[in-house]
Structures are given as structure tokens and as C-alpha cells.
Antibody, heavy 124, light 111 residues
Framework: QVQLQASGPGLVKPSQTLSLTCTVS??????????WSWIRQPPGKGLEWIGY???????YYNPSLKSRVTISRDTSKNQFSLKVNSVTAADTAVYYC????????????????WGQGTLVTVSS | QSALTQPASVSGSPGQSITISCTGT?????????VSWYQQSPGKAPKLIIY???KRPSGVSNRFSGSKSGNTASLTISGLQAEDEAYYYC???????????FGGGTELTVL
């Protein structure tokens, strides 16, 4: 059973960098045909996909955030991380890490495992 | 504004059926059978309940079903139960640069 757990500071000051780490157990982030993603949810609002790291190490970001976001990984710890630069109050959200696993029927990918989410508040 | 359009809320009585719509374009729902639905209870992470438009992951009740017509996907929940009260989000692959796109979410209230 794959499990994901996001961790990081719950409070970040405006203009600083938000940094979160997702620790994965029960599966390797560097093998298997999976996309390891970050998704966020502002309080009382819907879900926004931030970006992914493919198991090969390649990345892709939502264009609305691309200039400020970096996803990286530490394969020795089976972790992948998110950094968001120059944060503002609009970046306040619950941040989820999730795996997009492959459907053998369609050869597409769906968010089948999610972490519990971690609330990050941007405030001075 | 979300790229996929869902009603903000729907409601139904126990035992009834409800349907939640999710409208996109030919660049997402209309062009591909890569639609999924997620159930989110308060304070919890979303849970995958439908993928490939119509398929259910193992362990998901057969009271949940999905369909698609043109640019609109739908989630139907039959035999409503109190435990179904939650938010529901649709998701699709998109050929626009966002790759994956979510709907704005629909709050289901079981009366």
C-alpha cells in the first residue's frame, strides 16, 4: 500500500519561499510508471494542480505557477519536494502530494494515492 | 475560475439518486476519455472514485457511476446515504498547457 506524507512549515512570511517535502512509503518514486504531483486547495476553494515529477526525474508545472515553482527529489530518502518562491497571501492553502498512477485500461494516469495534506499560511 | 464547470451544490434525500455534471471543451472532456471523479469529506484528502469516465477503483461502491456525452461528464450516485455527503471534483486531461484540470467542486447535501 502506497502512503504519502507531506511535511513542512505551517507559516511562511510574504515574499519568502515555501518549502514542503513528501515522504513516500510502499513504493519507489524512481521506478514504475507514475507521476508524483503537488496539488493545493485554498481554504474553502477547489483543487489546483501545481506540477509533477515523473519517475524518470522530468518535471512539468502549471503555467500559472511555473515561474515560481520547483519540484525536486531525493531518491535515497524516497522523497520529493516543492518550493514556491515569492509567496503571497494567495498561496495560503492546504498542499497535497499525490501519486498519479497508470490505468492499464486507458494508459492514462489518475491521482490514486494522496497524502493527508498540510496547511501553509502566508502571513507576516 | 476553474476550467471545468460543476454546479456549486446538489442535494437529495436518502435512497434517491443524484447526478453531478462537469462541463469542459473539446480540448479536455470532449476529446478524451480521461475523466476522473474525486470525493472529499471535510478535513480529508480527496479519494478517487471514478476513472476512465466509467470505471471504479477496487473498494468503491457500485452506487457510484460515471458517464460522458460530448463535452460533459456526469457522476451519478444512486441510493443516497448520509455518508455520501461530501464535495465532489471532476478532473480531466487537457491539451492546454495545464495538463490536468479540475472542476470547481460540487457540495452534495443529503437531506
Amino acid at each position: 500500500q502506497v502512503q504519502l506524507q507531506a511535511s513542512g512549515p505551517g507559516l511562511v512570511k510574504p515574499s519568502q519561499t515555501l518549502s514542503l517535502t513528501c515522504t513516500v512509503s510502499g513504493g519507489s518514486i524512481s521506478s514504475g510508471d507514475n507521476y508524483w504531483s503537488w496539488i493545493r486547495q485554498p481554504p474553502g476553494k477547489g483543487l489546483e494542480w501545481i506540477g509533477y515529477m515523473y519517475y524518470t526525474g522530468s518535471t512539468y508545472y502549471n503555467p500559472s505557477l511555473k515561474s515560481r515553482v520547483t519540484i525536486s527529489r531525493d531518491t535515497s530518502k524516497n522523497q520529493f519536494s516543492l518550493k514556491v518562491n515569492s509567496v503571497t497571501a494567495a498561496d495560503t492553502a492546504v498542499y497535497y502530494c499525490a501519486r498519479a498512477g497508470w490505468s492499464k485500461d486507458s494508459s492514462w494516469y489518475y491521482f490514486d494515492y494522496w497524502g493527508q495534506g498540510t496547511l501553509v499560511t502566508v502571513s507576516s | 475560475q476553474s476550467a471545468l464547470t460543476q454546479p456549486a451544490s446538489v442535494s437529495g434525500s436518502p435512497g434517491q439518486s443524484i447526478t453531478i455534471s462537469c462541463t469542459g471543451t473539446s480540448s479536455d472532456i470532449g476529446g478524451y476519455n480521461y475523466v476522473s471523479w474525486y470525493q472529499q469529506s471535510p478535513g480529508k484528502a480527496p479519494k478517487l472514485i471514478i476513472y476512465d469516465v466509467t470505471k471504479r477503483p477496487s473498494g468503491v461502491s457500485n452506487r457510484f457511476s460515471g458517464s460522458k456525452s460530448g463535452n460533459t461528464a456526469s457522476l451519478t450516485i444512486s441510493g443516497l446515504q448520509a455518508e455520501d455527503e461530501a464535495y465532489y471534483y471532476c478532473n480531466s486531461y487537457t491539451t492546454t498547457s495545464t495538463f490536468w484540470v479540475f472542476g470547481g467542486g460540487t457540495e452534495l447535501t443529503v437531506l
